[in-house]
């Protein structure tokens, strides 16, 4: 079977919610170490609520689960998973939603709130469409990138930690693949 591989730039997506795809999808960070150096993670478990009413809009949610912090050094994600840093106990997760529904387009960026640890905040996210193509499945995936910062101070995480030693500012990156609803 050969698979047109073009991917389509038509950002009109099919009403219903649509499946987060993980294997094809991560949640990266990045800060500042010493403001010298950029560590860069992700986190490995997280999930995402994409509903498509009939007029187009999405109403999107997302929940990252912080004990699956990792950077590639087991020392150093116990500590940042420990009460010093994040505090996976109290805080076991990030919750981000929507302000109000969206409507995709090539760029365009999409205004909710994080809920980290009983605290909310406002974030922005500048998302780039990647457009929606079909699998060799026969399913049909929509793809996004998004990215935006917070600061962890605002969320009370790691107060004592000084920010030369490690950033206020967190970056965060995401690629997100969605399968559009089956009928």
Known sequence: MMVDMTTSTN?????????????????????????????????NSFETGFVVDEAGTAAIE?????DSFDTGN????????????????????????????????????????????GVTKPIALEVEWGGVQEAPDNK?????AATGTFKRSEFDVATAVPTAMLSDKI??????????PQD
């Open 74 to 117: 087991a020392q150093r994600d116990e500590h940042v998973r420990s009460a010093d840093l994040l505090d996976v106990e109290k805080r076991p997760t990030l919750h981000f939603k929507v302000v109000e529904p969206v409507r995709v387009a090539e760029d365009f960026e999409v205004t909710g709130e994080v809920t980290l640890g």
């Open 11 to 43: 950002t009109t997506l099919k009403a219903g919610s649509w499946e987060l795809d993980a294997a094809h999808s991560s949640v990266n960070f990045t800060v500042r170490h010493l403001g010298i150096s950029k560590v860069r993670g992700r986190f």
């Open 140 to 144: 049909r995936r929509a793809g996004f």
């Open 62 to 66: 997302a929940t990252v689960y912080l």
């Open 171 to 180: 970056a965060i990156e995401l690629d997100i693949q969605l399968i559009e």
